[in-house]
C-alpha cells in the first residue's frame, strides 16, 4: 500500500513538473508577452474640446507610449487614458497624486526606490533611466488630470 502511495505522488510530482516545463518554459507564457494599448477611437460628431480630449487620449495610448515599453500594462491599466493593461497590479490613473500618501515617499521618488516589494523587485531589476522616469511622470500626471 506504501508503494502505490509512493509511486503515486512521485507520478503526479513529475507530471506537474513536465507539464510545467512543456506549456510554460518551452512553448512560453503568453501573459508574458507585451501588452499592446488599446486606443480610443475619435468620434467625428464630437465638439472641439471633446475631440482635443480624444485626440490626447488616443495619442497617450499608441503603442510606444513608455508604459507600453516597460512592460508596465502587462500588470497595470491605466483606465484615465483608456490603455488597457493587467489586472494584477492597480489602476495607475490616480498613482500621481496617490502615491505619496501610500508609500511616504513622491512618485518621482517612489520610481527611483519603490518601498513596495513587488515594485521594488520589478524596477530594482531593470531601473528606469532619468528619460524614461519622466515619460512616466508625464503619462502619470496626465491621467490624474484626466479624471
Partial sequence: ???????FVISALLGFGLGYLVFDVIL???DSQPQVAQTETKDTSATKTES???AAKTT????????????CLGCHSVDALNLKGGAVGPDLSQAFVNVEGK???????????PTSAVMS????KNPLTDDERKQVL????????AK
Fill in 1 to 7: 500500500m506504501n508503494k502505490a502511495i509512493i509511486s
Fill in 28 to 30: 512560453g507564457n503568453s
Fill in 52 to 54: 482635443k480630449d480624444t
Fill in 60 to 71: 497617450s495610448a499608441n503603442e510606444d507610449n513608455i508604459l507600453n515599453k516597460r512592460g
Fill in 103 to 113: 508609500h511616504g515617499k513622491s512618485i518621482e521618488e517612489f520610481l527611483k526606490a
Fill in 121 to 124: 523587485g520589478v524596477i530594482g
Fill in 138 to 145: 508625464e503619462l502619470l500626471k496626465q491621467s490624474s488630470e
